[in-house]
């Protein structure tokens, strides 16, 4: 099984800073990483797939690289409706797995 | 406009068993591979379960294999998940979760979950 492995847990971070969360797999996924938003009470929203496809209706501040093992998400301009847990999945091989979350809170 | 939504959960007790239902709408049901996936109260995201566009592919997680049950009916457009045995490290919100890697977008779209409590 493919584990991933998300850093950090929690990033404390100001309004329009640049944030980076990194996702690293255990084997090589190729390309095959969604990345979600998690707010309060609700259900994931899918921000990117195939690591770095936005996906329609996501603002373009958020933004993915990577390839193989090592993986980022970056959002280039914090906002306030930013806040939330993000996650990183890899689905190149069932068992698809997640990455354990990035609480993300405001300075 | 793509729905999933899930019914079904409930308190229940510890060795006792509950069926979870998802209702698809909006997308053409029968062309998309499914999944449950689960979030126990503070915690992060589990992949529970796939079917197959044609529901012969089936994956569990370890956690739950021998105990849980997925399936399908494209006739009724729904997607099920039987729970057996269950315990307390099964309480979660299950989300019925759209696609996998076949798709144009993989596990693109997410029900608004339903609770399942497992206590005495």
């Known amino acids: 099984d493919i584990q991933m492995t998300q850093s950090p847990s929690s990033l404390s971070a100001s309004v329009g800073d640049r944030v980076t969360i990194t996702c690293q797999a255990s084997q090589d996924i190729s390309n095959y990483l969604n990345w979600y938003q998690q707010k309060p009470g609700q259900a994931p929203k899918l921000l990117l797939y195939?690591?770095?496809n936005l996906e329609t209706g996501v603002p373009s501040r958020f933004t993915g690289s990577g390839s193989g093992t090592d993986f980022t998400f970056t959002i280039s301009s914090l906002q306030p409706e930013d806040i939330a847990t993000y996650y990183c999945q890899q689905y190149d091989n069932l068992p698809y797995s997640f990455g354990q979350g990035t609480k993300l809170e405001i300075k | 406009e793509v729905q999933l939504v899930e019914s079904g959960g409930g308190l229940v007790q510890p060795g006792g068993s509950l069926r979870l239902s998802c209702a698809a709408s909006g997308f053409t049901f029968s062309s998309y591979e499914m999944n449950w996936v689960r979030q126990a109260p503070g915690k992060g995201l589990e992949w529970v379960s796939y079917?197959?566009?044609?529901?012969?592919?089936?994956y569990y997680a370890d956690s739950v294999k021998g105990r849980f049950t997925i399936s399908r009916d494209d006739a009724k457009k729904s997607l099920y998940l039987e729970m057996n045995s269950l315990s307390a490290e099964d309480t979660a919100i299950y989300y019925c979760?759209?696609?996998?890697?076949?798709?144009?977008?993989?596990?693109?779209?997410w029900g608004q979950g339903t609770l399942v409590s497992v206590s005495s």
């Open positions: 079917i197959s566009s044609s529901g012969s592919i089936i």
């Open positions: 195939d690591a770095s």
């Open positions: 979760v759209r696609g996998g890697r076949a798709a144009m977008v993989p596990l693109d779209f």
